[in-house]
């Protein structure tokens, strides 16, 4: 840069014309050496007669004097501002020693020996004798390195104010613009020149001046103001969503004198935000849609498979079938038991995604769940030719939990273990003590789970290969509701395996009860059934094949049974019968169940019947309802051969010999099988 006016050293015209006498060149040089800048002097040949201190230091060197070896300048080298290197016979001295004119404000770069670089401005004149011939010549060298600098790192800050995609806005404390740079143009539409010198509620809706007189406060107290999520107006007339941080400036004595304001357009976020939010609601909105369905689904599913589960028993208790029928009607009850469990699996699914499921805790003793869990899984594992070790504990493992759910759980493990193993394996199961513990753990010699998929098993749907899976008949449904339930329990699932072909391992994790005193032994429930006494029943379902089935299982465990479709004709029939036990559907249209309980339970000859609720909801604010209603039991369809024979060996009932008519105001119903 070469600046044509330079404040820091303009010499009078004619200076030096008597400095070139001896005397008062050493006057001068007793100046020169008092200077802050360099300063030498050049004899008319350009060979150095005197330099100061301060020369030598930005040279790095001491030249010599008056010698020809450093002519015209005493530095290493020589550039120009642009970095081309000058030769020392074209430096500036050696130019006014040339020219006799005066340079001043001359910006050269030299370098030291050690090739560390000073900027400095040259301020060259020669000195002329009596007869105006140039005598020599001054130059005065003043380091601007530091400002150099300053300026560099000024422009490269303005650079980057100026390149930023934000807005950056300087202010006065009144909040008058200062400074606009171009984000500020792009985000608002106003050009700088638009912008500065107005008034920075320009941009500010006029709901939002409050807002920013606010902001001016705090910075006048010196604080920072970040990430202030607000509105700015464009030039437009736009509003857009802008994310503000606002600083104070301060001046070189620490007083606040401005701030600073840095506004990003955050309208695009804002956007994606809302429609991530929208997004996230919708998928909300499906899945607990997708969870009603299934609740419905698995619900609808049970109606039809608790008349098909209930004619399939029938079947085996007539005991009259060729051994053709009977093996087909083996094989149609087992895949009906494999749907029932298919369905009440669903059910759980979306019960437990609900929130929905109750643990139902007792004092139990693991050794009984492992016995009842294989007794169920045996079938499974014996057709595949598996062979099952078992080994438990000796000393009792006692557990504060829900023995149907446990069983549940270790009976998924083990048919998992039998499902994904070729027939023919190895299946171990093992309960011991650990810690404070229960640990039992089912381990066979199967496909195995490939290290990546570990982790996802237990997530509900989630299947390793899903025609296997699809050919062993699962949803994908069975480790999420076992990791739930165990969970429930305050235990943990684990699952390891050396990867496809391998084995898998699944142990579970549950907390054992303080007081591990053993239970006591209860006994074993009869193998034997032997004929109940008869009652005098009534049966009341909507669903003809529903009813009729019931009471054809009760037939058989020899009751006397009158069955109504509907509640209606069901209260008049009880009130001229006077049954002894009434089982009764909720879901009937009109009126249903729970209003058939209360009016039976209102009526004074009907004292002491018992009621029975037949549904296909079993939760415990079903049962509840249903106790409140006035039943005293509460069966879940398909209601087994077994449960309604334990149900009745248990009612205090004495035998009634009479038999049974059902007799409504219409006459006498006759029970009749549906087609
Ligand atoms: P599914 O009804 O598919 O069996 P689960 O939730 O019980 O559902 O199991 C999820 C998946 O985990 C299975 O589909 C299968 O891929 C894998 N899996 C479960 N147990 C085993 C096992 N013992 N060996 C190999 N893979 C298993």
Not at 72 to 99: E, Q, V
């Amino acid at each position: 840069v070469a600046h044509d006016t330079c404040p820091e050293f303009a010499f009078p015209p004619n200076a030096g014309v008597e400095s070139a006498l001896p005397n008062s060149q050493w006057r001068l040089s007793r100046l020169l050496d008092k200077i802050p800048a360099g300063a030498y002097t050049c004899d008319a040949q350009g060979r150095i007669t005197y330099y100061n201190q301060p020369a030598a230091q930005l040279w790095g060197r001491a030249p010599k004097l008056n010698s020809n070896e450093d002519r015209f300048c005493g530095s290493f080298r020589l550039f120009a501002a642009d970095g081309l290197p000058i030769d020392h016979d074209r430096s500036w001295m050696a130019l006014a020693l040339k020219t006799g004119q005066v340079y001043n404000c001359k910006e050269i770069v030299i370098q030291r020996p050690d090739a560390s670089c000073v900027t400095v401005l040259a301020h060259a004149r020669a000195f002329r004798d009596q007869a105006g011939e140039i005598v020599g010549a001054m130059n005065i060298l003043v380091d601007i390195s530091q400002r150099k600098l300053a300026e560099e790192s000024q422009a490269r800050l303005a650079a980057i104010v100026e390149s930023s995609d934000d807005a950056i806005v300087g202010k006065s404390l009144g909040g008058q613009i200062l400074s606009w740079n171009g984000g500020a143009e792009r985000i608002f539409g106003y050009t700088a020149a638009e912008a500065i010198g107005r008034h920075i509620t320009l941009i500010i809706p006029p709901e939002r001046h409050e807002e920013e007189r606010s902001i001016l406060a705090r910075l006048a107290r010196g604080e920072r103001v970040e990430h202030f999520e607000t509105v700015r107006v464009t030039k437009d007339g736009r509003r857009i969503d802008v994310s503000l941080t606002t600083s104070p400036v301060r001046d070189g004595s620490g007083r606040i004198v401005g701030a600073s304001k840095v506004a990003r357009d955050i309208t695009a976020r804002k956007h994606s935000e809302q429609e991530r939010a929208r997004l996230y609601a919708q998928l909300q909105e499906l899945d607990r849609r997708k969870d009603e369905f299934l609740a419905a689904l698995s619900h609808e599913l049970r109606n039809p498979l608790a008349p098909l589960s209930n004619s399939l028993q029938l079947l085996r208790l007539s005991g009259d079938l060729s051994p053709a029928v009977e093996h087909v009607r083996a094989i149609m009850e087992n895949q009906v038991n494999h749907l029932v469990r298919l369905v009440d699996d669903l059910l759980d699914a979306s019960r437990i995604t609900r929130g929905k499921v109750e643990l139902r805790k007792q004092r139990v003793e693991l050794a009984a769940l492992v016995t009842s869990a294989v007794e169920a899984s045996r079938p499974i594992i014996d057709a595949a030719g598996h062979q099952l070790a078992i080994s438990v504990a000796p000393e009792p493992l006692l557990l504060d939990a829900d023995p149907v759910r446990l069983v549940q759980v270790l009976v998924n493990l083990l048919n998992n273990a039998a499902k994904y193993t070729e027939n023919g394996g190895q299946i171990w199961l093992a309960a011991r003590a650990s810690d404070g513990y229960a640990a039992i753990s089912v381990r066979d010699t199967g496909v195995g789970i490939p290290a990546e998929v570990l982790p996802r098993v237990f997530d509900m749907f989630s299947q390793v290969d899903r025609t296997l899976s699809r050919a062993q008949g699962g949803l994908g449904i069975g480790l999420a509701l076992a990791r739930r339930f165990v969970e429930m329990h305050g235990g943990r699932i684990e699952v390891q395996s050396g990867g496809p072909g391998m084995g898998s391992e699944f142990v579970v994790y549950l907390p054992r009860v303080q007081d591990q005193r053993p239970l006591a032994i209860e006994a074993a429930p009869p193998i034997h059934r032997p004929p109940l006494p008869a009652h005098r029943i009534l049966v009341v379902d909507d669903t003809p094949a529903a009813g009729y089935i019931l009471a054809s299982l009760l037939e058989a465990i020899g009751q006397r049974v009158c069955t109504l479709p509907d509640a209606l004709s069901a209260w008049e029939a009880a009130r001229a019968n006077r049954p002894e036990v009434v089982f009764a559907d909720i879901n009937m249209p009109g009126v249903d169940g729970y209003e058939l309980a209360r009016r039976l339970r209102a009526e004074p000859s009907l004292a002491g019947v018992v009621l029975v609720a037949v549904t296909g909801y079993g939760q415990e604010q079903d049962r509840e309802l249903a106790r409140q209603a006035g039943f005293n039991h509460h069966l879940v369809k398909p209601v087994s051969y077994e449960s309604l024979y334990d149900l009745l060996a248990s009612l205090p009932l004495s035998p009634v010999p009479h038999p049974t008519q059902c007799t409504t105001s219409a006459g006498v119903a006759t029970q009749e099988a549906p087609t």
